[in-house]
C-alpha cells in the first residue's frame, strides 16, 4: 500500500489514479504524517466474480464442516474445550 503527502498527491495524481486503476493498488493520504484519506478502487466485475468464487468455496467447507461435526456439540463449547 501506499503512501503520499498531500502535496506529492497534487503533484502526481494523474499516475497515483492510474496505478490505482490498473494495479488495484490502495493509496493513503497523509497531512502532516497523519492518515487523512485513501484511494481505493472501484471493484470490478472480475473482482466481483472472484469474490463469489470464494464465497461459494466458503460455503462448500462450511457444508463439509457441519456433515462431520458431532451432534449435540455447539461451536462455543468446541472452542471452549480447545481453550481448557
Given amino acids: 500500500m501506499q503512501t503520499v503527502e498531500v502535496r ?49 468455496e466458503m460455503d462448500r467447507l462450511a457444508e463439509q464442516i457441519a456433515a462431520r461435526w458431532p451432534e449435540g456439540v455447539s461451536a462455543v463449547e468446541a472452542v471452549a474445550e480447545q481453550r481448557r
Fill in 8 to 56: 506529492e498527491l497534487k503533484q502526481r495524481i494523474s499516475q497515483i489514479l492510474r496505478e490505482v486503476e490498473e494495479r488495484g493498488e490502495e493509496v493513503r493520504i497523509t497531512r502532516g504524517g497523519q492518515v487523512v484519506a485513501r484511494i481505493v478502487p472501484v471493484p470490478t466485475a472480475a473482482v466481483k466474480a472472484r469474490a463469489e468464487e470464494v464465497w461459494a
